[in-house]
């Protein structure tokens, strides 16, 4: 049954995605397909796997020992935080300290997580800002 009610609610949440996505207006583009195109089809194909767990549920569910979901709602909240503080405080330090929390949650040391963290965000930003010519914000707090 848990899977089922699952489903249902991540279609809600499809449901939420592929209207937004339906009714955004760009002011331009610069891209053939615009930014639509993938949002939609991710959400559609979420929908489609939605509706796989309804028509055939896992008939043996098991639910997580509290310790996985309390790092579950770590990253929930993780990823929210990355979501809300990515124009204030800019592409680099968010992914920077997004990876760090996420190394950690799965059992890396703070060192290499804290490594992988500023390689991930100078090596990210100067992929899509230099190489792809994809404008990321570099932090509204630094002026």
Request: hydrophobic share 55%; charged share 10%.
């Amino acid at each position: 049954m848990s899977d089922r009610i699952f489903a249902v609610l991540w279609l809600g949440v499809c449901g939420v995605i592929f209207y937004q996505m339906w009714n955004l207006t760009v002011p331009f583009t610069y891209e053939p397909v615009g930014p639509k195109a993938f949002p939609i089809l991710l959400a559609v194909s979420m929908s489609l796997c939605c509706g796989a767990i309804l028509i055939n549920p896992d008939r043996d569910t098991h639910w997580p020992e509290r310790a996985a979901l309390i790092k579950g709602a770590i990253l929930v909240a993780s990823l929210l935080a990355y979501g809300i503080l990515f124009e204030l405080l800019g592409f680099p330090i968010v992914t920077c300290a997004m990876v760090i929390v996420v190394g950690r949650l799965f059992g890396g040391r703070w060192i290499a997580s804290g490594v992988a963290g500023v390689a991930i965000s100078v090596l990210g930003y100067f992929f899509f800002d230099t190489l792809l010519q994809v404008s990321l914000p570099v932090g509204r707090i630094w002026g």
